[in-house]
């Protein structure tokens, strides 16, 4: 199976840096755009399923991928962001004055910074888990399947899959509207394809 992730594309809060979590921000004219020109991409790899988030932003911008490759997105509570709790609609800049100390050590620790009230990378872990062992269920080998969630999600689903330790730091950043593709064929996951935007306009 190949599993194509999706990151949503843009909204006035992904603009602003504004953290958005479970927050359920649409998508700004930009975003939709992006998921125009994401759809044509998509349509090109011929998927056989997808799955979204059921927040807005990213099923509409499944929804738009959806009518472009005859596929209807399936909505999956499990596909939702990370809940990060009381930073949740704060910009970077509120964070940095009223958080100081987590701001400092964020900066330096190589290992994951809990935030107040957040919904831990265990419990995300657990959730995606599940999500991807569904898949393979369901799924045959050689499958490609779609799937449209969030930045700290896709970051835990792929750390998940290749074994990366959560207590520390993820190394992967999403932009809107980009494409990471992942091989579950064989014996161990491939990452092919990593935060690809080249089918956007400018890149990004």
Request: proline share 5%; hydrophobic share 40%; charged share 25%.
């Amino acid at each position: 199976m190949h599993l194509l992730l999706i990151r949503h594309g843009e909204t006035d809060w992904n603009h602003e840096r504004r953290i958005q979590g479970n927050t359920d921000t649409p998508l700004n004219a930009r975003g939709i755009a992006q998921a125009e020109q994401l759809a044509t991409r998509i349509a090109a790899e011929k998927i056989d399923a997808l799955y979204t988030s059921p927040l807005v932003r990213a099923r509409a911008t499944a929804e738009i991928i959806g009518q472009k490759c005859g596929r209807a997105p399936n909505l999956d509570e499990r596909l939702r962001e990370k809940g990060v709790g009381d930073l949740e609609s704060l910009t970077i800049a509120e964070v940095e004055q009223r958080y100081p100390d987590l701001i400092r050590l964020w900066q330096v620790s190589p290992d994951h910074v809990p935030l107040p009230n957040e919904e831990t990378p265990a419990q995300v872990q657990q959730r995606v888990q599940t999500f991807v062992a569904d898949l393979r269920e369901r799924y045959a080998n050689g499958a490609r399947v779609g799937v449209v969630s969030h930045g700290g999600t896709l970051g835990l689903l792929i750390a998940t899959l290749i074994g990366w330790d959560i207590s520390k730091r993820l190394p992967f950043w999403f932009d809107n509207a980009s494409v990471s593709l992942i091989d579950l064929a064989a014996a161990r996951p491939r990452v092919r394809l990593l935060n690809d935007t080249c089918h956007l306009a400018n890149g990004k």
